[in-house]
């Protein structure tokens, strides 16, 4: 029976985990939010792992890093990059809520969980008796959750899409979000549905919170959003000015 391939990698500068999914019989597999930093080395672990990368996902147009869609090309030339359909930016395949992506003997789930950007999903991966996991992007971070201050963020959106599609699935679902700032790896939805407090509290206390935290704006935001929605690739942005 197929096992399952799974690699959590790091990309130090904006803090983002970048994922490897993959069967170890059939050798399918997808890379999760890779960053352009990193796609050397990714690519170099996927050539190791012998792993033939069917799609380079995101869960959503970054803006704090630039995409490694375009950079892993040059290494995958099989891999297409996909993005949500609602997202706005570019990509070779676009997916929705409830589309099923197979890898071997798994299976991805696209949720959409908006809120953090209109665009946002997240990927719930089960099969072959595997414990699930969920891929939450910005959504749900670890006892935190995305921001909504910009790229039409909304923090009534972002509740709503964290209780209804991500809060109810398996409480054993381990969560690989796509950051964390503090060093934690992943957590499970019972333990944030047991301390996640920002989300806990009811949706008007939430909204209220959400609205004060003041944080600055990613530092690489002005080139990141561009960048991103051209798939990052430079040429293309350049083109279309
Ligand atoms: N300092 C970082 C950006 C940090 C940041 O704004 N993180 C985002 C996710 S990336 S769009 C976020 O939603 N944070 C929520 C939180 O509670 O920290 C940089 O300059 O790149
Ligand atoms: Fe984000």
């Not at 904006?14 to 059939?26: E, N, W």
């Amino acid at each position: 029976m197929s096992k399952l391939v799974f690699k959590q990698l790091f990309e130090a500068e904006s803090s983002t985990y970048t994922y490897i999914v993959g069967d170890d019989v059939t050798k399918e597999a997808v890379i999760i939010d890779p960053v352009d930093l990193t796609a050397a080395r990714d690519a170099h672990l996927i050539e190791e792992l012998g792993l033939d990368v069917k799609y380079a996902l995101n869960t959503h147009v970054h803006a704090d890093h630039i995409t490694g869609t375009h950079a892993l090309r040059e290494y995958l030339p099989n891999a297409k990059s996909a993005l949500s359909e609602r997202s706005g930016g570019r990509a070779d395949v676009y997916f929705k809520q409830g589309d099923h992506i197979r890898i071997g003997g798994f299976t991805l789930d696209v949720l959409e969980t908006p809120g953090h950007t209109d665009g946002c999903v997240s990927f719930y991966v089960y099969g072959c008796g595997i414990v699930p996991l969920v891929f939450t992007g910005d959504a749900v971070l670890i006892r935190g959750c995305g921001r909504t201050d910009f790229q039409q963020g909304s923090s009534e959106v972002l509740y709503k899409s964290i209780w209804e599609r991500i809060f109810t699935l398996p409480r054993e679902t381990i969560i690989y979000p796509a950051h964390d700032y503090k060093g934690l790896t992943s957590s499970s939805v019972g333990e944030e549905l047991a301390y996640n407090t920002r989300l806990l509290k009811k949706k008007e206390e939430f909204v209220e919170v959400m609205a004060n935290l003041n944080l600055p704006y990613p530092k690489k935001i002005d080139a990141a959003l561009p960048m991103n929605l051209a798939d990052g690739d430079v040429k293309y942005v350049q083109n279309s000015k």
